[in-house]
């Protein structure tokens, strides 16, 4: 049994994202207001000064936050109407925006670029660099920031009330044994605890499954987000400009688009979104970027530049009918934890923060009337409804949905929307593909409640058997499911100068794990991997990760493939543990302090 120090805190928030900065700002900025409201009269009780803390498993804020980003500024004006005055480092202003159709070979521009992705007048920023600096004004503020430490465990009391949250132990050998600088974690007790870990929070996860926060919900849905920076030639891509594209290289059953950034000194943010939602399970969303980058019109702005950075992260894009219950018992959740992306705009940031400052006022709520149980925190999901985020998502409820059914039903079905305020075919469906397999677990690992859409033809899922038929070559396999993995991506050579291999961009990811700690990617059986998973899915862990951390390596003695698990390359973008056909991939956060460094990104 370890001893463990027990700290007492008022509010605990876990991870130092957009939405958990704002909040824990904004708390601290509204308990002043608050308070002055009670002195000039209104009814209630005035709160105290609040012990709060962040704690943030990368070693310094920023440090693990990837983004695009361009940020639609509506929630930094509320949270800091000055906030460009007092030094937020906005890269750029949009000044010009363009959709692209992208062809095999050609590039059409929209006439008019659509609503959604219009973007003038808002801003180009580093995220990780605005969330260095939001640190910065929480720790001004007295709010205590602790980076290096992950989140491990959420504490619960008898009546499965929330009562803080337990940090990982440091110093743990890979045999699983006490090194001399071991260090338990710590319980840090509080009366709310917040968790905005982004998407696919690995404590979000524990919670929504032991509490049914996903009950009635649908299930969530993904994208991975694979990105560079890259400094250009003077003239190649001017500075304000942001373009999305469609088309090339996705095939027209997969969710997917590239965008183009033009950042200060000639700097451009690159990247490319494929749905992990994909039915064909040889696709690899590390190699459909590096695709994306040789379209001739993409290499030509490409062209005499420099990769400097790399990342990915997964992106929760389900929208409205995939947010869980956002809160219990001394529990809230924020940010894309909760699934507040308006996934036709890929934007998240402003959601984000808004879903944490509107938490931040349920936070006042509760304090004022000392009841941190569900009867109070409801005032959240009411607030939530309330608010412009509702007006935002809303409309879009049926935005992803629409995709399920392919490119052209997903544009005609989008325009729809847009024109009736959300209303087509395009209902999210209980049954839907993550990474080529046909998944009917909750995210509890539950069965569905129920399966939509009657029986579903074999064929058009990707399952297992085209797959490994589609490795043998056969050519009785459905339209989209017939290549193995080689000939998807045949024309792909990694010349590291436009494109590059896995390990080429993880060493620009600035990726660093002591090695000698157990692997923070708990493969919960590995003889499936060797067996079931090789026949069915041909191991899609290969393709899907892009870090190149999974490897079916020969072993001479069982003259089989076997599962190589490089922990060490993990970019935290948690896509295992997400597109995982059997779901036997937990991904926990490693010691405190590992994981890329996005500085910048
Ligand atoms: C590739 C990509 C491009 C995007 N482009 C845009 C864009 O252009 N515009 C836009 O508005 N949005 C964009 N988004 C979405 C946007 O980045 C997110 O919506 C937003 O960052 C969500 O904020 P968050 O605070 O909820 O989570 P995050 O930004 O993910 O922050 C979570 C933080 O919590 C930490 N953390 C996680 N788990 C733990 C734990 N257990 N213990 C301690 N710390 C933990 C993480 O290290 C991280 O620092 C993009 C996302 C991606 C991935």
Redesign the pocket.
């Known amino acids: 049994m370890i001893e463990r120090e027990q700290i007492e805190m008022d509010v605990v928030f876990?991870?130092?994202?957009?939405?958990?900065l704002a909040a824990a700002l904004h708390l601290k900025n509204q308990i002043k207001v608050h308070n002055d409201l009670i002195d000039r009269g209104l009814p209630g009780h005035k709160v105290g000064d609040l012990e709060i803390a962040i704690?943030?498993?990368?070693p310094f804020v920023g440090a693990?936050?990837?983004?695009?980003?361009?940020?639609?500024p509506i929630a930094i004006r509320e949270l800091m109407p000055d906030f460009l005055e007092q030094g937020c480092p906005v890269d750029t202003v949009v000044t010009d925006d363009e959709a692209w159709y992208l062809t095999d070979t050609k590039s059409i521009t929209a006439p008019i670029t659509p609503p959604p992705l219009k973007n003038k007048g808002k801003y180009i920023i580093s995220?990780s660099k605005m969330c260095e600096w939001l640190g910065e004004k929480c720790e001004e503020a007295g709010i205590n920031i602790f980076p290096d430490?992950?989140?491990?465990e959420v504490l619960y009391n008898d009546a499965n009330q929330v009562i803080g949250i337990r940090t990982g132990d440091k110093g743990i050998g890979k045999d699983g044994e006490r090194k001399p600088n071991f260090e338990p974690g710590v319980d840090l007790l509080a009366k709310i605890t917040v968790l905005?870990?982004?998407?696919r929070?690995?404590?979000a996860k524990q919670l929504m499954s032991r509490l049914g926060l996903m009950e009635d919900k649908e299930p969530q849905v993904f994208s991975l987000?694979v990105?560079e920076l890259w400094e250009l030639p003077a003239g190649n891509f001017p500075e304000g400009k942001v373009v999305h594209t469609l088309g090339f290289p996705s095939d027209t059953e997969t969710y997917g688009g590239g965008w183009l950034y033009g950042m200060k000194n000639n700097v451009l943010s690159i990247?490319y979104?494929t749905g992990l939602d994909y039915k064909d399970p040889m696709i690899d969303p590390h190699a459909e970027f590096q695709k994306f980058k040789t379209h001739p019109e993409v290499a030509k702005i490409l062209a005499g530049g420099k990769m400097i950075k790399y990342g990915a992260?997964?992106?929760n894009t389900g929208g409205y009918w995939t947010m869980p219950k956002l809160y219990a018992d001394g529990v809230m959740l924020?940010?894309?934890?909760a699934s507040f992306?308006n996934g036709q705009r890929?934007?998240?940031?402003?959601t984000?923060m808004k879903s944490g400052m509107l938490a931040a006022d349920t936070i006042i709520l509760a304090f004022a009337s000392n009841d941190f149980t569900s009867e109070t925190l409801h005032h959240y999901h009411e607030s939530v409804r309330m608010s412009w985020i509702h007006d935002e998502l809303f409309p879009v409820r049926n935005f992803h949905a629409a995709f399920q059914r392919g490119r052209w039903s997903a544009l005609v079905n989008s325009g729809l929307q847009y024109i009736t305020g959300g209303l087509a075919w395009g209902f999210m469906p209980h049954e839907y593909h993550v990474a080529g397999h046909r998944r009917m677990e909750q995210i509890d690992g539950s069965a569905s409640p129920a399966v939509t859409g009657g029986a579903v033809d074999r064929k058009q899922t990707g399952d297992g058997r085209e797959s490994q038929a589609a490795d043998a070559g056969s050519s009785s396999v459905g339209p989209f499911y017939h290549l193995n993995h080689a000939e998807r991506y045949e024309d792909l050579k990694f010349d590291k100068q436009l494109t590059f291999d896995k390990i080429t961009d993880v060493y620009h990811a600035g990726v660093s794990h002591d090695e000698d700690q157990p692997s923070h990617l708990h493969v919960l059986d590995t003889e499936i991997c060797a067996t079931r998973c090789t026949e069915e899915y041909g191991n899609p862990c290969q393709r899907f990760c892009p870090a190149a951390v999974y490897e079916m390596e020969a072993n001479p003695q069982t003259g089989r493939r076997e599962l190589k698990v490089n922990f060490s390359n993990c970019v935290?973008c948690k896509t295992c543990d997400i597109a995982d056909p059997y779901q036997i991939i937990n991904w926990v956060?490693p010691e405190g302090g590992g994981g890329p460094n996005y500085k910048g990104m």
Do not use: Q
């Open positions: 876990v991870g130092a994202g957009p939405a958990n704690v943030e498993k990368g693990h936050i990837l983004s695009g980003a361009v940020m639609d995220l430490f992950p989140a491990t905005g870990e982004g998407s929070g690995s404590l987000g990105k990247g979104v992260k997964s992106i924020v940010g894309d934890s992306l890929i934007k998240g940031i402003h984000a935290h956060p």
